[in-house]
């Protein structure tokens, strides 16, 4: 029986029991048994802390303006997991996307009578392996690869890839992926494969671009540092969205050599990111970010003003995880906002709501107040804000994806 995209979202979620498991002997074994489709496109394989799903859109978009069949996959999704495996600029539908997982499953139950008691093939594996099996089925010649989490054991890190990018590295998942700036970016840069493309985001920390030219020195690579200013208007808001597309921009031009002008500025002016300064409202300018960490939450800060000039207040709703920096993130919004509303999300991982108004006065932030509920938040904000000023919802994006959920819905889980 063929699986519905419900069975195919089932199928996935059943597999979050088993949590994450690194190394990349699962992922070959699946290959394996799918008949290698990582091999039947090239790619460009994007890592980074920040930026990492901007910028495979982007380069994904450039790369179909000049005439590629262009594949892409991203993490994580916001409202459904067909999100996360794109064609030529648009998601996959949903009985292709329930087909091709039905299809890693397959794969995946056959691995997982090859492995050890109490291992099986996890939930990114088997949506990395349908990606990469649709993604060959339907003939892309070019796949963008956004890795999940590092690079060295990610999922994604089997593929051939003729360039490779890293957006940029922060002090994120260190648990997983080392304490230091070097050490993250040491594990990030193992997807460098020799006499590759190495195409590094503008502004990397010091640490992270010495790593990166040891590696490609050891490798063969050569080492192409994208420069600030697209030369292009960008569609996406935020002054951050102009320095991915100038990344973008970088690695298109490493996988195709010669860059067609006219072909960039479409792709620049069609250019949208779910998610990221999403405008879902105009009276109040209301916008969703998925800024979840420090340095994401500095570059939304940066953007701000350019967005609010010529409106009233500023008033922002905000959740955060307790694995997050949040007197960072909160340190970086609050000097550009003039109410907050705190609340929460559908993770239990979220920081209560009084802990962080707490935070926010211990920052000496704005007036605050507290509303658990995202959606109510929300209104509570727009009342605030009038219809002259702008409401930005960020710090988390479990609320930027619960937000875009009918109120009162459950959505998928995002790893």
């Not at 949506?127 to 070019?142: F, K, N, P």
Request: contains cysteine; aromatic residues 4%; negative net charge.
């Amino acid at each position: 029986m063929s699986f519905s995209l419900e069975d195919a979202e089932r199928y996935l979620l059943s597999l979050e029991l088993f949590g994450m498991r690194f190394g990349l002997d699962r992922m070959r074994r699946l290959m394996t048994a799918l008949g290698h489709p990582e091999r039947k496109f090239e790619s460009i394989h994007v890592v980074g802390t920040n930026g990492k799903s901007s910028t495979v859109r982007m380069i994904a978009m450039i790369l179909t303006a000049h005439g590629l069949r262009t594949g892409a996959y991203l993490s994580p999704h916001l409202s459904s997991f067909v999100e996360r495996i794109r064609i030529d600029d648009a998601d996959l539908d949903d009985a292709a996307f329930a087909a091709a997982v039905q299809r890693a499953a397959h794969a995946a139950e056959l691995v997982d009578r090859s492995l050890g008691a109490g291992d099986r093939v996890t939930q990114f594996e088997a949506l990395t392996a349908a990606a990469y099996w649709e993604l060959a089925t339907r003939e892309v010649e070019v796949a963008v690869i956004e890795a999940g989490l590092g690079g060295r054991y990610d999922a994604t890190n089997v593929i051939p890839s003729r360039v490779q990018v890293l957006t940029s590295v922060g002090l994120e998942h260190t648990r997983w992926l080392g304490p230091t700036i070097a050490d993250i970016a040491g594990e990030k840069l193992d997807v460098v494969q020799p006499g590759g493309t190495l195409v590094l985001g503008y502004g990397l920390h010091p640490d992270a671009a010495r790593v990166a030219q040891a590696v490609a020195a050891e490798r063969g690579a050569v080492v192409v540092r994208a420069g600030l200013d697209p030369h292009v208007a960008v569609g996406a808001l935020g002054t951050f969205q102009r320095r991915n597309f100038a990344l973008a921009r970088a690695a298109a031009e490493a996988y195709l050599g010669e860059l067609d002008p006219a072909a960039v500025a479409r792709a620049a002016a069609q250019v949208r990111v779910p998610g990221r300064l999403q405008i879902v409202d105009t009276e109040p300018l209301t916008l969703l970010d998925g800024a979840h960490n420090q340095d994401g939450m500095r570059a939304l800060a940066e953007s701000l003003p350019e967005i609010v000039a010529g409106h009233g207040l500023v008033v922002a709703v905000v959740s955060i995880l307790d694995d997050k920096d949040a007197a960072g993130m909160l340190a970086a919004l609050l000097p550009a906002c003039d109410r907050l509303v705190l609340t929460s999300s559908q993770n239990p991982r979220a920081l209560p709501p009084p802990t962080l108004q707490s935070l926010a006065g211990q920052l000496h932030g704005p007036p605050s107040e507290t509303v658990r509920d995202p959606h109510a938040a929300l209104r509570r904000a727009r009342e605030l804000a009038g219809v002259d000023g702008v409401v930005i919802c960020t710090g988390s994006i479990y609320l930027v994806a619960d937000l875009l959920a009918p109120a009162g819905r459950r959505r998928a889980s995002m790893l």
